[in-house]
């Protein structure tokens, strides 16, 4: 199972990757794995405000439907259509091109209740 060490993550299974007041989120591939097969991705609009923990997307597999939330509050300033095109992308690609939103953070201090990727594999095991 791929996590990678720079990123923070949920126990809702989002990564976030921060970088200066910008943060992109996805889903962990332990979370696209058990999902297995995504078949369509829906994304909240740009531009909305969020408070950590809000619903944000939906991401539905051939077997089941999950909401995907914001770890941390901020405005969505951009969300990755190419996944909306190619759901796909967050089977084959969830740290990368399977992003799923960036958000512009107001508090970088909300990070640090977030998981480690140590913690986050202690999590899913």
């Known amino acids: 199972m791929n996590i990678p060490d720079q990123?923070?993550?949920?126990?809702?299974?989002?990564?976030?990757?921060?970088?200066?007041?910008?943060?992109?989120?996805?889903?962990?591939?332990?979370?696209?794995?058990?999902?297995?097969?995504?078949?369509?991705?829906?994304?909240?609009?740009s531009g909305g405000l969020v408070s950590a923990g809000d619903q944000v997307a939906v991401v539905e597999s051939v077997k089941a439907a999950s909401d995907i939330y914001t770890p941390i509050a901020g405005e969505i300033i951009e969300v990755n259509e190419a996944v909306q095109n190619e759901p796909a992308l967050v089977n084959t690609d969830p740290y990368g091109e399977?992003?799923?939103?960036?958000?512009?953070?107001?508090?970088?201090?909300?990070?640090?209740?977030?998981?480690?990727?140590?913690?986050?594999?202690?999590?899913?095991?």
């Open 7 to 45: 990123l923070k993550y949920a126990e809702s299974h989002e990564w976030i990757a921060l970088a200066d007041d910008l943060a992109t989120v996805g889903i962990s591939d332990h979370a696209q794995a058990e999902l297995t097969d995504i078949i369509y991705v829906e994304l909240n609009e």
């Open 98 to 125: 399977g992003w799923l939103f960036k958000i512009k953070v107001e508090d970088a201090s909300q990070l640090d209740a977030l998981m480690d990727a140590d913690a986050y594999k202690t999590h899913i095991s």
